[in-house]
């Protein structure tokens, strides 16, 4: 339980730190950094809106969506701490349930009968299917690395001895910057500034929730960039460390990546949407050589 809570502490400050980074290097007066937490309890106060043309899964997608991120939370672990769900395979589950999620947000936007929701909803769609390889592979690589195949056993059993090891978890954790990214919809796939509908993602796809549902949203977006923070953290906590070592560390990380974040949404162009694809499929790539280097590390492909 106290996974969780780390977890949705951090998540709360987490926007808030990119806002205050893009504004800082753009020249500009920097928000507080409970300015996004600030604008979610203006939405709780609001009341939502419904089109006639929408049916009762437009009305339970956002509660869907938030549920799925909060269930996922429970198969994180934070250092030496397992998640509050831990077997062999829950990566799995952790993934398919925060699928499940996006499911019911790409139909509540087709159910809108909106063709910019339902355009938004195409892209999303596409991005996170051809992201999934990547995040398998990835997962794939650690679990041989490791000899384990829960979230729990790559974190604590994970060899190090050597620098190739070394730069396998590196890889790792640059393919994991750039999957919260592109699962999140900012930079470079997506920016969440723009307000033109034509090469909007995510926001054009949520464009007629509002209130209530607009926050469980926002919220539960927040918590996806915090579990994404956590999975990288444990890269870097070394589960033998005193337990206060090991929450400074995650809050540095928690706090470092947001910081990257804004940093790579400042000086970054965002992609032309033809070339998302290619980009995305890149980033499989990079999982694949780093799976094919775990395979010759563990001895599993002998190379004459």
């Known amino acids: ?17 990119i806002k205050m980074v893009k504004a800082k290097i753009a020249g500009r007066k920097m ?19 419904y089109s006639s043309t929408t049916s009762w899964i437009f009305k339970v997608a956002p509660l869907v969506y938030f549920a799925s991120v909060v269930i996922a939370l429970a198969f994180v672990p934070v250092g030496a701490k397992r998640g509050l769900l831990s077997f ?11 699928a499940m999620g996006k ?14 929701a339902g355009m938004g909803a195409n892209r999303e769609a596409l991005y996170s299917m051809l992201i999934e390889p990547a995040f398998f592979i990835i997962l794939a690589a650690m679990s041989l690395l490791s000899h384990n195949a829960s979230f729990c056993g790559f974190y ?24 919260a990214l592109i699962e999140n919809s900012r930079m470079p796939i997506d920016d969440p500034n723009t307000h033109l509908e034509l090469t909007m993602v995510h926001e054009v796809m949520v464009l007629d929730n509002s209130g209530f549902d607009l926050a469980m949203i926002h919220i539960a977006t927040w918590l996806k960039f915090s579990i994404y923070a956590t999975l990288i953290a444990d890269f870097v906590i070394n589960t033998t460390w ?7 560390t995650f809050f540095s990380i928690q706090f470092l990546l947001p910081v990257v974040v804004g940093v790579l ?10 070339k998302n694809p290619q980009w995305i499929i890149m980033l ?17 492909v002998v190379l004459n």
């Open 31 to 49: 928000p507080s950094i409970l300015q996004p937490l600030y604008d979610v309890i203006r939405l709780f106060k609001k009341g939502a809106v």
């Open 156 to 179: 604590s059993s994970m060899s190090i001895g050597s620098n190739l090891a070394f730069a396998i978890k590196l890889a790792a954790i640059c393919v994991l910057i750039y999957i």
């Open 88 to 98: 062999e395979g829950d990566f799995l589950v952790f993934a398919y349930v925060l």
């Open 284 to 300: 499989s790539a990079i999982a694949i050589v780093t799976f094919l280097t775990t395979l010759i590390m563990t001895k599993k």
């Open 265 to 274: 949404e400042s000086f970054r162009a965002r992609n032309k949407m033809a």
């Open 1 to 17: 339980m106290s996974n969780i809570l780390l977890i949705i502490i951090s998540s709360l400050f987490f926007v808030g730190i």
């Open 242 to 248: 005193l337990w206060y070592y090991q929450v400074m």
């Open 103 to 116: 499911f019911f947000m790409i139909i509540a936007a087709m159910d809108t009968g909106s063709s910019f």
